[in-house]
């Protein structure tokens, strides 16, 4: 789980401009906006500022004034899941939107502009995973990585993985990871050699009610100690701290029941 922005910059700040098709911002869209920016204002550290207007109330939500991510409301005439959603870059949103839907992907919100937010979509791929594009205009995105609180991998958990990472590695340019891992169900998708996602296929292990979907992973320094930060703070665990090969890494939900992972990454 290694980061894949290009050219990094001292002090975990991101450079300015997402080469196509990594992850370049994430967002949350709830109910309760001002719940909501108490849970990760306490669990994170962010604090928030306001974001563009044309995604009704948004704000973005900072760290040391530099932003990591957006949290929306969602509209209440609509039933669709609280989620976190991956953002890929693109250099013509319009274009990758079109390739999207000729790869059997659809594109449910958008192309839009969003200020200085760039061009935005919301898709979600052949099996009914929901991810973004954003095409950058004065904000480019994510602007700090690597340190606690900030967006640190992206895992899409789907019935099969090989045919869904052709979806992604069509429409993003991505390519597979060479070598066999140790998960045959398991690939990690790439650019210019370098990670930025992965692609879990489970098969029928799949829970039926929520189908396949993106899990963002957030840094942070310690996870046991972030776990206990979420129990306090009315989240759930969903799966305990246990030790992996990239870190130390824990499952857990928002009180919204927005589903994120937390991951200590090896000293």
């Given at each position: ?23 370049c ?53 609509r ?13 013509d ?61 992206h ?54 009610h ?50 994120f ?7």
């Amino acid at each position: 789980m290694t980061d894949a922005r290009g050219n990094a910059r001292p002090n975990g700040e991101a450079p300015a401009r997402h080469t196509p098709g990594t992850p370049c911002w994430v967002s949350l869209m709830v109910h309760g906006l001002e719940a909501t920016e108490e849970f990760y204002g306490a669990l994170f550290g962010w604090e928030f500022s306001p974001g563009p207007r044309q995604l009704g109330p948004y704000v973005r939500a900072l760290l040391d004034g530099r932003e990591v991510a957006g949290i929306g409301v969602l509209p209440p005439d609509r039933e669709l899941p609280v989620a976190w959603t991956p953002y890929f870059a693109s250099d013509d949103v319009d274009l990758t939107a079109d390739v999207v839907r000729s790869c059997g992907g659809t594109i449910g919100v958008g192309p839009l502009d969003a200020a200085d937010s760039g061009r935005l979509a919301i898709g979600s791929d052949p099996c009914g995973a929901v991810f973004g594009v954003r095409q950058a205009a004065a904000n480019p995105g994510t602007a700090v990585t690597g340190v606690p609180g900030t967006p640190a991998w992206h895992e899409l958990t789907t019935f099969e993985s090989a045919r869904t990472a052709k979806f992604y590695e069509t429409v993003f340019g991505h390519d597979e990871e060479p070598g066999i891992s140790a998960d045959p169900g398991h690939i990690t998708l790439c650019l210019d050699g370098r990670p930025v996602a992965g692609v879990h296929g489970v098969g029928d292990a799949l829970p039926r009610h929520r189908g396949p979907h993106w899990t963002t992973y957030f840094t942070v320094a310690d996870a046991d100690d972030a776990v206990g930060r979420v129990l306090r703070l009315g989240g759930r665990v969903l799966e305990p701290p246990r030790d992996g090969v990239h870190g130390r890494v824990a499952a857990v939900a928002d009180p919204e029941g927005a589903r994120f992972a937390l991951l200590r990454s090896p000293r």
